[in-house]
Antibody
């Protein structure tokens, strides 16, 4: 059974860099698209970006200048870095698996999510 | 940039059929995926591609598409179907993933 688990600091200061890790268990990361998605409290879902195991990435155009997603296949992990964060980016951050016949947005496996608060 | 538009809220009587819609230009070219999210939980994929259901999703959930509109239909809605539902797809460039704003489904 494939499982995803997010980890990282729950509190980040404004203007600093948010860094999260997603650990994939139960399957190899060497396939599929691996995404980060966030959800501010009481609001909808926003796709941040994805990485293919080969290292190919694609990002939400509205965040592209501040986002980096990377992968370490030896650890079966992928990562999110979001720089210059503001309080408006307080949200639950999810990692998710996409791809297969449904395309990169067919997120069939999700992590439980991790709450990140941007607060000084 | 592309957008996907959903009605903010929809209600259905227990046991009746409800359709939740998602509208956007990119849906003329790409299929939508549909997600169910209950309070405090991660979303769950319920429909993807051309009306495909992941393992474990009841067959009362079905998807369809016509022109710029994708629809999620729940036949004989159950109390446990009360949740937020989100569609997503690719944008007009085909490169990026976009989400609709979500629809809150109430089962009366």
């Amino acid at each position: 059974q494939v499982q995803l688990q997010e980890s990282g600091p729950g509190l980040v200061k404004p203007s600093e860099t948010l860094s999260l890790t997603c650990t994939v268990s139960g399957d190899s990361i060497r396939s599929y698209y691996w995404s980060w998605i966030r959800q501010p409290p009481g609001k909808g879902l926003e796709w941040i970006g994805y990485i293919y195991y080969s290292g190919t990435t694609d990002y939400n155009p509205s965040l592209m200048s501040r986002v980096t997603i990377s992968v370490d296949t030896s650890k079966n992990q992928f990562y999110l870095k979001l720089s210059s964060v503001t309080a408006a980016e307080t949200a639950v951050y999810y990692c998710a698996r996409g791809g297969g016949s449904g395309g990169p947005g067919a997120f069939d496996i999700w992590g439980q999510g991790t709450m990140v608060t941007v607060f000084s | 940039s592309s957008e996907l538009t959903q009605d903010p809220a929809v209600s259905v009587a227990l046991g009746q059929t409800v359709r939740i819609t998602c509208r956007g230009d990119s849906l003329r070219s790409y299929f939508a995926s549909w997600f169910q999210q209950k309070p405090g939980q991660a979303p769950i994929l319920v429909i993807y591609g051309q009306n495909k259901r992941p393992s474990g999703i009841p067959d009362r959930f079905s998807g369809s598409s016509s022109g710029d509109t994708a629809s999620l239909t729940i036949t004989a809605a159950q109390a446990e179907d009360e949740a937020d539902y989100y569609c997503n797809s690719r944008d007009n460039t085909g490169n990026h993933v976009i989400f609709g704003g979500g629809t809150k489904l109430t089962v009366l």
